[in-house]
């Protein structure tokens, strides 16, 4: 197997070879198009080359040649050529961003970047540039940093766009990753601090739980981050906040015929069950990830699979904080839905259908799945499913939690409240490229159905009146299908 990209210096051209799966996604992601217009550029001058992306990058004389598709937050990540010739990705951000997720998580995210670099040395790409930006009297108005490019596919791109990706295959990369994980970051005892700090709140009240209130606030707030990207679009945008507000005052949430309770009321629960969140709190923070979902996760293409891991896109919030472990692994078990909602369009809850009764406080939506990609599904839930024993049974993983005093019946617990959590986590973001909200309040109603499950299955009780729906396969969206 051959290269994704490489230029021949001798013969002045780009060299593609690919695997046949990978030229399919090239050409689905229209990828196509910037190999096409890496190749004109060899033909052509400088001013020649198409302008995209901001301007000032043009200045300081990046060429740039695509855009990447974004998660969703207020960055953009470009394929460029920077001022030295070298081929590199550009993160860039204009905006302070929702909850901080523009300029500081970037500059933040370059610094961890450089800081991780140590431990993981080829393993993550090199940064090569970064560079605050100022116009005259305004501080901070862009930040951007640039990083070696590098040819690799995720671990989310093979389930989605191999058509022979299996759960074997997949267990096999996800376990040559976690071990790099655990051997390079999280087993780093000298980089180890005590997660509670006297006197402050807890890290799950923290991380988990007040994150989490503030999302939800978001989704409701007409005047959330009136930045310039929502001032465009400030009618739908409104709309959607109007949206989940009626949404929000309902006490039960029924999702194509099952009685759940709402999410606001879910979060009481676990307001009322403190106790039960303090025994899984983590004991020490080290070096994770922050954002270690399957599709920031990357083998390159030609090496063989034990020495292609690359790790990027760490978590950009926190400068030199440490993380929870189990953050990472709740981060990989909310892939798959996240993979099917945003990244497949597979799962879907259409905002038309919503309806609310103001009188009996009961809200009603529809779950659709996208019966052309039921493959995809069925083998995204599937691997979601496997994901608990695998990760039990990760002898290295399990090893570096018991070292830092945790068995698994802690952090697996603490990484389904994870993923149920975080799952909640993109949907602010998504107002603005959906203003319909659809994408949004797909990724509100799966947080429903995983948070009344995580509750249920961990005992915490009944007593709000709102009756959790018993589930007893824990985890499980089969019974939808
Ligand atoms: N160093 C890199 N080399 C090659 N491709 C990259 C690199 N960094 C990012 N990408 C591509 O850009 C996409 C988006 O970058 P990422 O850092 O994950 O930002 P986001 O916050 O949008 O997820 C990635 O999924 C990957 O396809
Ligand atoms: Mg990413």
């Not at 945003?342 to 009764?357: G, Q, T, W």
Request: hydrophobic share 40%; aromatic share 10%; glycine share 6%.
């Amino acid at each position: 197997m051959g290269y994704f990209l490489k230029f021949s210096d001798k013969e002045k051209q780009l060299l593609i070879d690919l695997p046949g799966h990978l030229g399919e996604r090239l050409a689905k992601e229209s990828i196509k198009e910037w190999v096409q217009l890496l190749q004109r550029r060899l033909s052509l001058s400088a001013t020649e080359t198409p302008r995209l992306g901001p301007d000032i990058l043009w200045q300081l004389r990046y060429k740039i040649y695509k855009s990447f598709e974004t998660s969703g937050s207020s960055t953009r990540t470009f394929l460029a050529m920077d001022p030295h010739e070298r081929l590199s990705v550009v993160k860039y951000s204009d905006q302070d961003g929702i909850d901080g997720n523009g300029i500081p998580w970037l500059s933040k995210q370059a610094t961890r970047m450089e800081e991780y670099r140590s431990y993981l040395g080829h393993h993550i790409p090199a940064v090569f540039d970064r560079n605050e930006l100022a116009s005259e009297g305004n501080r901070n108005s862009a930040f951007f940093y640039s990083m070696e490019y590098r040819p690799f596919e995720t671990l989310s791109e093979y389930l989605l766009c191999d058509p022979a990706a299996n759960g074997q295959e997949f267990f096999s990369r996800l376990d040559v990753a976690l071990r790099h994980q655990v051997r390079m970051l999280y087993d780093q005892p000298e980089t180890w601090i005590v997660a509670d700090q006297p006197g402050e709140d807890s890290y799950l009240q923290k991380f988990y739980i007040d994150r989490f209130r503030r999302r939800l606030t978001l989704l409701a707030d007409p005047g959330a981050n009136l930045n310039s990207d929502w001032i465009e679009g400030i009618a739908p945008v409104n709309h959607a906040a109007l949206m989940f507000t009626r949404l929000m005052s309902t006490d039960t949430l029924t999702i194509n015929g099952i009685t759940y309770p709402n999410l606001p009321r879910l979060l009481e629960l676990l307001d009322i069950h403190k106790d039960k969140i303090n025994q899984i709190e983590p004991k020490l923070l080290g070096l994770a990830h922050g954002d270690g979902h399957i599709g920031n996760i990357g083998f390159e293409i030609g090496k063989r699979i034990e020495d292609g891991f690359v790790l990027f896109d760490l978590r950009g919030a926190d400068a030199n904080a440490r993380i929870d472990i189990g953050y990472d692994t709740g981060k990989l078990a909310f892939s798959f839905l996240h993979a099917l909602i945003d990244r497949a369009h597979a799962l879907k809850v259409p905002a038309s259908s919503l309806e609310v009764n103001e009188e009996t406080r009961e809200a009603n939506v529809r779950l659709e799945f996208d019966a052309s990609q039921m493959d995809i599904i069925l083998l995204h839930l599937e691997l979601r499913k496997q994901l608990w024993g695998f990760l039990q049974n990760h002898q290295p993983l399990t090893d570096v939690f018991r070292k830092m005093g945790e068995e698994p019946e802690i952090w697996l617990v603490r990484t389904q409240l994870g993923e149920a959590i975080q799952l909640l986590g993109p949907a602010p973001d998504r107002l603005k490229d959906d203003p319909s909200g659809s994408i949004s309040m797909t990724y509100y109603v799966l947080t429903t159905l995983l948070l009344n499950n995580f509750l249920r299955s961990n005992g915490f009780d009944m007593e709000t009146g709102y009756p959790l729906v018993p589930n007893p396969e824990k985890i499980d969206l089969f019974r939808f299908l």
